[in-house]
């Protein structure tokens, strides 16, 4: 069945401008999360969405972060003003949800690789 | 706060040789740990989850063990072959949730 699909693959974005990241995921999966990859940092952490929960933003870097998920499907990842910083490899990942919380395999999609210029 | 170490950060061994990735993590406190694969310049594939009330899990060559209470998990891969060369990446589930990963081993099995 299809995976978790992230688009674009590839962002070349310069300083200062807004740029939108999209993921899809698994369908039936209403648990869906953001990470970032990047050289320094290794993997971390930005938000997840459960199902109809408040989401956890609580890693989110700073203000210019935001994401929303409309229809408890698709998300979209904002990150405004961007900066030189913000380079890195942005991924989505989303798993089946029982009950409040999921402790499920979290799936991962393909990634976006944003680079700012 | 939580913190992953995964040991050795890079190794390299002969095709069909037997190895042993090692993570340890600082606060027992979590819902599960899981072992990714990720190939150069792709996301991450689920290898084997173990919830945190089992001991080990296994999938084929791979077998991953849990030790809680001491923060240890390790992943064995049996006969190692070439296209298991990869970075391994061992990741907690915290209490609030989260997956906080370590930074990876990277692998290499040479022909």
């Known amino acids: 069945g299809a995976g978790v699909s992230q688009s674009p693959s590839n962002k070349v974005t310069e300083k200062g401008k807004d740029v939108e990241l999209r993921c899809d995921p698994i369908?039936?999966?209403?648990?869906l999360y953001w990470y970032r990859q990047s050289l320094g940092q290794g993997l971390e952490f930005l938000i997840y969405?459960?199902?109809?929960?408040?989401?956890?933003k609580s890693g989110l870097p700073s203000d210019r972060f935001s994401a929303e998920r409309t229809g408890g499907s698709v998300s979209t990842l904002t990150i405004q003003r961007t900066q030189q910083e913000d380079s890195a490899v942005y991924l989505c990942?989303?798993?089946?949800?029982?009950?409040?919380?999921?402790?499920?395999?979290?799936?991962f999609g393909p990634g976006t690789r944003l680079t700012v210029l | 706060k939580q913190e992953v170490t995964q040991i050795p950060a890079a190794l390299s061994v002969p095709e069909g040789e037997n190895l042993v990735l090692n993570c340890s993590f600082t606060?027992?406190?979590?819902?599960?740990l899981q072992w990714f694969r990720q190939d150069p310049g792709k996301g991450l594939t689920s290898l084997l989850l173990i919830q945190s009330s089992q001991r080990e899990q296994t999938s084929g060559r791979l077998n991953a063990s849990l030790d809680k209470s001491s923060g240890r998990s390790t992943l064995y891969i049996a006969a190692s072959q070439p296209g298991d060369s990869a970075t391994y990446l061992c990741a907690v589930m915290d209490s609030s949730y989260k997956l906080i990963f370590g930074s990876g081993t990277r692998l290499l099995v040479r022909p």
């Open positions: 606060d027992s406190a979590i819902y599960n």
């Open positions: 990942a989303s798993s089946f949800q029982r009950g409040g919380r999921s402790t499920d395999t979290q799936y």
């Open positions: 969405f459960q199902g109809n929960s408040a989401p956890d």
């Open positions: 369908s039936g999966h209403t648990a």
